[in-house]
Structures are given as structure tokens and as C-alpha cells.
């Protein structure tokens, strides 16, 4: 297993407030990303790091914030919990091995998040 | 845009058969593919993929997948199904030279062996 560590695995939390999951890698890879998951949705892309304070959106960046201050932790901010951001979230590490390796990306085992 | 597409949200195959779920893609640019298969309640882990070279992959737990440029496709196949298989699967795609090191999902099938 990849060394990706997510807390709090589980959580519950009341609409409108911040909440922060923090992810945490021992490969000292470049890249982390973070995903959230949902039924129909497959998984999509909300935030990613290239790089320490290096950070862009992915295609769901609305209601979170993110921030990587040392390579090995990224963690992601709902500033204001709702209802839809009940989800799971999962955490990814990749290193760019070269152009034609593939950069396999590398997933923790998710946080569990009910806003309630 | 870059998208994936797995058109069966569960395939059903008895313990034994052999077991394919399909994926198809679509960007602009040669692709790099990629399956992952998650397991209830825990993250997703890496099965194999596709760069260059022989179009037929080999990857981990006996699975393999076949690229098909024509038909734009990344099938993934299993000569023989186990029930220890159940388990949600996921197609990826990234374009060659993409700045970000991105990858995007499809939706997920869902497989289902019977004993």
C-alpha cells in the first residue's frame, strides 16, 4: 500500500461549518490531489498540488480551499459544510516518473463526511 | 475535453466464465489508461496500464486489458471470474504531455460474480 494517510477517516458535521481533512504521504511524491466520490458521479478532481504552495482547481473547487505547506501533508477545507458535500474523499499522491511512465496515481483510503 | 465511459453500471458472470468490462475514451492527443478496482469501504487500488507499446496489458490478480485505438476502447478482461472479483471497477484516462498529471474517471461498473 502507498503510504497515504487521511484523517479523520469518519466525520459528522452540522451545515455551515468549516471542516478541514488532512492527508498525509511518506513517498515524498510531487503531485496530491483530492477527489470526492458519489453514485453516478464516479470519482471527480477538486483540488491538486504540483508542489509545495503550488495549488489548482480540479472540476469541483467550488466550497473548498486547499492548502500544502510541506510536501508529505495537502489538506482540503469545506469553509462552510453543506449538504451537498456529504461525500467520500479521497486523498492521491503521484510522482512524475517521465513522460512515458504513465505517473500512476496512488490512493489513500478514504474520509467519510456526513453534513448533517 | 478528455472523458471516459463505462457503459454497464454492473456486469453479472458466474464464478468460472470469463468476465469483461468495457471502457471507452475520448481526448485529444495519445492516451494513457488506467484501471483501478475499489473494494467496499476502502480506497482504490491500482490494476494496470496502458502507454505505449503492446496493445494487449497484463496487470495485477490475473486481469488484463486490451487497447483497441480504433475503437477507442480499454477493455477490461479476466479468462477465468472469482467471487473474491465483486468489487467496483474504474477506467482513467490522462493525455500524453498533459501539464497537470491528471487523471480523469469514468463512472464505474460495478461486478458482480455469482458462485
Known amino acids: 500500500d502507498a503510504g497515504i494517510t487521511q484523517s479523520p477517516r469518519h466525520k459528522v458535521t452540522e451545515t455551515g461549518t468549516p471542516v478541514t481533512l488532512r492527508c498525509h504521504q511518506t513517498e515524498n511524491h510531487r503531485y496530491m490531489y483530492w477527489y470526492r466520490q458519489d453514485p453516478g458521479h464516479g470519482l471527480r478532481l477538486i483540488h491538486y498540488?504540483?508542489?509545495?504552495?503550488?495549488?489548482d482547481k480540479g472540476e469541483v473547487s467550488d466550497g473548498y480551499s486547499v492548502s500544502r505547506s510541506k510536501t508529505e501533508d495537502f489538506l482540503l477545507t469545506l469553509e462552510s459544510a453543506t449538504s451537498s458535500q456529504t461525500s467520500v474523499y479521497f486523498c492521491?499522491?503521484?510522482?512524475?516518473?517521465?513522460?512515458?511512465?504513465?505517473?500512476?496515481?496512488?490512493f489513500g483510503e478514504g474520509s467519510w463526511l456526513t453534513v448533517v | 475535453a478528455q472523458s471516459v465511459a463505462q457503459p454497464e453500471d454492473q456486469v453479472n458472470v458466474a464464478e468460472g466464465n470469463p468476465l469483461t468490462v468495457k471502457c471507452t475514451y475520448s481526448?485529444?492527443?495519445?492516451?494513457?489508461l488506467f484501471w483501478y478496482v475499489q473494494y467496499p469501504n476502502r480506497g482504490l487500488q491500482f490494476l494496470l496500464k496502458?502507454?505505449?507499446?503492446?496493445?494487449l496489458v497484463k496487470g495485477s490478480y490475473g486481469f488484463e486489458a486490451e487497447f483497441n485505438k480504433s475503437q477507442t476502447s480499454f477493455h477490461l478482461k479476466k479468462p477465468s471470474a472469482l467471487v473474491s472479483d465483486s468489487a467496483l471497477y474504474f477506467c482513467?484516462?490522462?493525455?500524453?504531455?498533459?501539464?497537470?498529471?491528471?487523471?480523469?474517471f469514468g463512472t464505474g461498473t460495478l461486478l458482480a460474480v455469482q458462485p
Open positions: 481526448v485529444s492527443g495519445n492516451p494513457y
Open positions: 492521491a499522491i503521484s510522482e512524475v516518473q517521465g513522460v512515458r511512465s504513465g505517473n500512476t496515481i496512488y
Open positions: 482513467a484516462v490522462r493525455v500524453e504531455g498533459g501539464a497537470t498529471n491528471k487523471l480523469i
Open positions: 496502458y502507454i505505449t507499446g503492446d496493445n
Open positions: 498540488s504540483y508542489g509545495v504552495k503550488d495549488t
